[in-house]
């Protein structure tokens, strides 16, 4: 691995032990086994590095959540039960990711501490957006059409923020995907109902 790799590396492990706030420039020299000068030279900042170290840790796990990875796909997508499956996925993913959802979580809270980090992380929601929605619909992340990403994108990443803040307080009560596939059965019943 170059600087730069073994940067990304050091900034992910910082996170995941220090998080956003304690993590110093100096921290993930010592974590990384490079140099100062090499953050601003490979990253700009040490914030846009601690930012892509935090999406690159997101995105694997975002890997893990789409239950194709492994053949493991029996529903058709954009099926109720799809919709089931993806969230049983999701789900069975929080134990092995909770320091990452933490660190979401430190974001969410943080005034004006934090605010360049917010900037370009607001941007890469963008892509979790787009990753959901072809999860669920089956239609690969290029094909997708920009409504889509913006009104499903929106609604799925609304609702994974909400079952990891449920599932980060108290798993025992946590909403299942059982229980989310029948709410939303329940609303578009209610909803085909009243449209007559």
Known sequence: MGHREDLLEGAKRCLLEKGF??????????????????????????????????????????????PGLGGQVTQPPGSLERFQ?????????????????????????????L???????????KEGRSGLVAMFSGVPEAELDQEAVDTEGRLYLTLLNGLMVQWLFDPDSATTAGQLTEGLRRIIASTSAGAR
């Open 21 to 66: 706030l304690r993590t110093t420039a100096r921290d993930i020299v010592k974590e990384s086994g490079t140099n100062l000068a090499s953050i601003g030279y490979h990253y700009g900042s040490k914030a846009e590095l601690l930012v892509q170290a935090y999406v690159s840790l997101i995105e694997g796990v975002g890997e893990r959540f789409d």
């Open 85 to 113: 499956e993806v969230w049983t996925s999701i789900i069975r993913t929080v134990p092995e990711s909770r320091a990452i959802w933490m660190l979401s979580f430190e974001l969410m809270f943080q005034d004006d501490r």
């Open 115 to 125: 605010v360049e980090v917010r900037k370009l992380l607001a941007e890469a929601q």
